[in-house]
């Protein structure tokens, strides 16, 4: 469940990410009331069965059953935020009715390595990096966007969409200074599956740099505005403070 709208004294109106057809809303009848049977399937992030109708509007909620509500997520802050960020993501890249078995399966990594308390920011790494693959606009890592030179020593070019190597420097006088280990983990993190994340640890510093590339990557060609996102970055300055 990637999203949740109240609607009326009683009635939620939600939006799955299913596997079998993408992303849909429906409208789930009572289930603010604490009583209701709809109101645990109802909650933000829960992955269970979904038995709802269609129609040509707005479908409805019939029932449902969690599998998994996520709770390491739901009592931390800091995890609920990275979550909201991460559904945030899919809603807003995803059109209504159109499967992608992929993503959903990869939104349920996510789910479950936030939940398992994996570094969450290295999660959204390398969420992010497979959600600009799947909007289409994903940026050059495995070699030089100019010239294709595939080693070396790698900067990043927003304006050119990746990676430039020494010699192509002066075609992007904006590029982002990488250290040689940034530019690595950018390449792996890109192609890495999220279910054979193991505990990594990243310096502090690399991680700048990779959110710093990230953060101009999705503002110059995602056309996305997320709440979720600037919440996330109020969190992150309050933990420096
Ligand atoms: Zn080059």
Redesign the pocket.
């Known amino acids: 469940m990637i999203r949740t709208v109240d609607y009326g004294e009683t009635n939620k109106i939600i939006t799955l990410y299913t596997r079998e057809t993408g992303k849909v809303g429906v409208m789930a009848r009572g289930a603010k009331k604490p009583k209701s049977r709809l109101s645990s399937v109802s909650q933000l992030f829960v992955y269970g069965h979904y038995l709802y109708h269609h129609t040509s509007g707005l479908g409805g909620l019939n029932q449902g059953e969690p599998i998994d509500s996520f709770r390491s997520i739901r009592n931390d802050l800091f995890l609920t935020s990275y979550a909201a960020y991460a559904v945030e993501l899919v809603d807003k890249l995803t059109e209504d009715n159109k499967p992608n078995p992929y993503l959903f399966e990869m939104l349920y990594q996510v789910m479950h390595a936030l939940d398992e308390e994996k570094d969450p920011e290295v999660v959204l790494f390398i969420f992010e990096l497979k959600m600009l693959r799947v909007a289409g606009i994903n940026p050059q890592l495995s070699s ?1 966007v ?4 595939d080693n070396g020593k790698f900067e990043f070019s927003i304006r050119e969409g990746g990676f ?2 020494h ?2 420097l002066s075609i992007d006088p904006y590029h982002i200074p990488l250290k040689k280990k940034t530019a690595e983990l950018l390449h792996l993190f890109s192609h890495m599956d999220l279910g054979r994340l193991g505990n990594i640890s990243l310096k502090t510093e690399t991680k700048k740099e990779i959110r710093e590339v990230l953060n101009q990557y999705f503002d110059a060609y995602s056309g996305l505005f997320l709440k979720s996102k600037r919440f996330l970055e109020q969190l992150d300055r309050f933990k420096l403070e």
């Open positions: 030089c100019n010239c294709g030179l430039l190597c010699r192509c």
